[in-house]
């Protein structure tokens, strides 16, 4: 039996979509997003961004915060924006570098990303993404998950690979090592989990 000729999903793709159309691409591969996160994990989302934005702006640093839904499309050496196999949505991200802002998302690797797990993007997380990031050399990778209140942490070695993860808790303190900041998550536990 003959093998189907695989087709890449491009950007070009992605943008030809209806306007209600939740996915995000890896490697060419269209993948379904959740269709609502939980109250926690939006809750997460808003502390967190809060509290780096306020970090930012207090220490006069030129990098922006945002969060999900916004496209970072990640392209190869040689690659236009169209051809980008890979458009993802993270869920809290920081960009240092101005000239990766553009009207249609984020073009280039941001120098953090934050993905909260949830049970339906668990395999993406901590697989997928986690070699995209990788490939593309995003400085830090924090995957954190509230079911559980472990938080993995991702840092690019001077191999340009990411180390073995170091592993934390809800009631560690963690430090974003790009900027300097340092989040006490068992303060923002009991601010959103137990709220």
Known sequence: M???AFNPFTFKDYLNLP????IQVIDGVPYNMSPSPSRIHQKLIVEL???INNHLKANKLPCEVYSSPLDVIFINEGEDIYSSKNIVQPDLFVV????????KGIVG???????IVSPSSAAIDYVKKLNLYNQFKVKEYWIINPNTFKI??????ENNEYAEPEQFTFDDK????????IIDFKTLKEGVINA
């Open 96 to 103: 240092c570098d101005k000239s990766k802002l553009t009207d």
């Open 2 to 4: 003959p093998l189907t």
């Open 174 to 181: 963690l430090k974003i090592e790009s900027l300097n900041l």
């Open 152 to 157: 993995l942490v991702y840092k690019l070695q």
């Open 109 to 115: 690797s941001p120098d953090f990303i934050i993905e």
């Open 19 to 22: 306007d209600n159309t939740n």
């Open 49 to 51: 961004v809060t509290i």
